[in-house]
């Protein structure tokens, strides 16, 4: 069984920055893909970034070029550096581990950006 667990949200005005980390614990072999997503207040959820095992990232669109992903193996913790942060970033952001044949997913860590 892998527990994560996530930090680092909070409320930042806009053009701030805000790093999220998420730690898995428990048994952490077969860890493969890590990542993050977010959901926003009457809206589905939407990958913001994955890195796979070997560190190669994916971003969405609307935050490439702002946020960066990244992941240290040996402490199976991966990191979310958001920097320009605009008001539409307001959302829980959830961290995504695929574990063997399963998607795990962490508590939420509430980000908010205030314009």
């Known amino acids: 069984q892998v527990q994560l667990v996530e930090s680092g949200g909070g409320l930042v005005e806009a053009g701030g920055s805000l790093r999220l980390s998420c730690a898995a614990s428990?048994?952490?072999?077969?860890?493969?893909?890590m990542g993050w997503y977010r959901q926003a207040p009457g809206k589905q959820r939407e990958l913001v970034a994955v890195?796979?095992?070997?560190?190669?990232?994916d971003y969405a669109a609307s935050v490439k070029d702002r946020f960066t992903i990244s992941r240290d193996n040996a402490k199976n913790t991966v990191y979310l550096q958001m920097n320009s942060l605009k008001f539409e970033d307001t959302a829980v952001y959830y961290c995504?581990?695929?574990?063997?044949?399963?998607?795990?997913w962490g508590q939420g860590t509430q980000v908010t950006v205030s314009s």
């Open positions: 428990g048994n952490r072999f077969s860890i493969n893909n």
């Open positions: 890195i796979n095992s070997g560190g190669s990232p």
């Open positions: 995504y581990v695929r574990h063997g044949f399963s998607n795990l």
